[in-house]
């Protein structure tokens, strides 16, 4: 069974950072490029960054550039996304999400809520 679980979200503070992770099981993890999108309160889902199955390749949207990082632990089957800096507009769930040759597998989400 594939399944994709997404942890560390929570209430934090304008400016302040979290951590995100995804566990993934049931696939070859390291065959997958990893995704992070997110969808805020009324709104459709937004890419935030994806990296390569071996991760020498990351991307970002130009919102996030400079505040978030994505990495994988391809022993682990885990994806990151740390984030710093973070604003009320990054308030949103965060989904993780697998590609690989027209298949793709989506995590449940984890929300974020960046207020004072």
């Known amino acids: 069974e594939v399944q994709l679980v997404e942890s560390g979200g929570g209430l934090v503070q304008p400016g302040g950072s979290l951590r995100l992770s995804c566990a993934a099981s049931g696939f070859t993890f390291g065959l997958y490029a990893m995704n992070w999108v997110r969808q805020a309160p009324g709104k459709g889902l937004e890419w935030v960054s994806s990296?390569?199955?071996?991760?020498?390749?990351?991307t970002y949207a130009a919102f996030v550039k400079g505040r978030f990082t994505i990495s994988r632990d391809n022993a682990k089957s885990t994806v990151y996304l740390e984030m710093n800096s973070l604003k009320p507009e990054d308030t949103a769930v965060y989904y993780c999400?697998?590609?690989?040759?027209?298949?793709?597998?989506w995590g449940q989400g984890t929300q974020v809520t960046v207020s004072s």
């Open positions: 999400y697998a590609y690989y040759r027209f298949r793709n597998y």
């Open positions: 990296i390569s199955g071996g991760g020498g390749t990351t």
